[in-house]
């Protein structure tokens, strides 16, 4: 993480009190490496980042907060503490993927239903660097991972009041479109190779 990317996210809170969390820019350290898909995961962290959470934090709310790269105030993730770490049993496959593979997008989710006039939103100023995968096989298991977490999530997303209330006219079609690119692109390259 950059040094200056605490200060923006003060800097965010301060300016604008109904943020109660925030996401900023994430880009891989490692995209210069000797792979294709390193640079593939860079464009794809870039893209979703930039396109996604700026139209999204400008339509008044992020939908989507990434572990990687998220800031939550102290008394929201206090409030959320109680059922985000609850360790229960998931008595369907459903479940498991959405709270153990899309943690992140879990924590998105009860922020959202808590959260009555407060927003999620996204600094594009707050940069942090993360390692891509270095082989194609780690990179289809993430993929593999992110797109069961992600589908659930968005499924999870359209199905809950609370969440549909703060679902804006571009976010949603717009993640899904995004997916399904991703995907055909990663498909595409597997048949190649």
């Not at 604008?16 to 792979?35: Q, T």
């Not at 800031?71 to 229960?88: D, G, P, T």
Request: charged share 20%; hydrophobic share 40%.
């Amino acid at each position: 993480m950059l040094l200056d990317t605490i200060r923006v996210f003060v800097d965010r809170f301060t300016l604008n009190p109904r943020i109660k969390s925030a996401s900023g820019l994430i880009a891989c350290r490692n995209s210069h490496g000797h792979s294709w898909w390193q640079a593939f995961q860079d464009g794809d962290y870039l893209f979703s980042m930039i396109i996604h959470r700026s139209s999204e934090a400008y339509l008044g709310n992020v939908t989507y907060l990434p572990g990687a790269l998220t800031i939550v105030e102290y008394s929201l993730f206090k409030r959320l503490s109680v059922e985000y770490f609850h360790q229960r049993e998931t008595d369907s496959s459903y479940e498991f993927c959405r709270q153990k593979l899309g943690e992140d997008r879990y924590l998105t989710h009860l922020a959202m239903e808590v959260l009555q006039g407060w927003q999620l939103g996204f600094d594009c100023n707050a940069i942090c660097k993360t390692d891509a995968p270095k082989s194609f096989y780690n990179l289809l298991r993430q993929r593999r991972r992110w797109n069961l977490g992600g589908t659930t999530s968005d499924i999870y997303m359209i199905t809950a009041w609370g969440s549909v209330k703060k679902i804006f006219f571009f976010g949603t079609p717009f993640k899904f479109q995004n997916k399904f690119l991703v995907s055909k692109t990663i498909i595409f390259f597997v048949e190649i190779v």
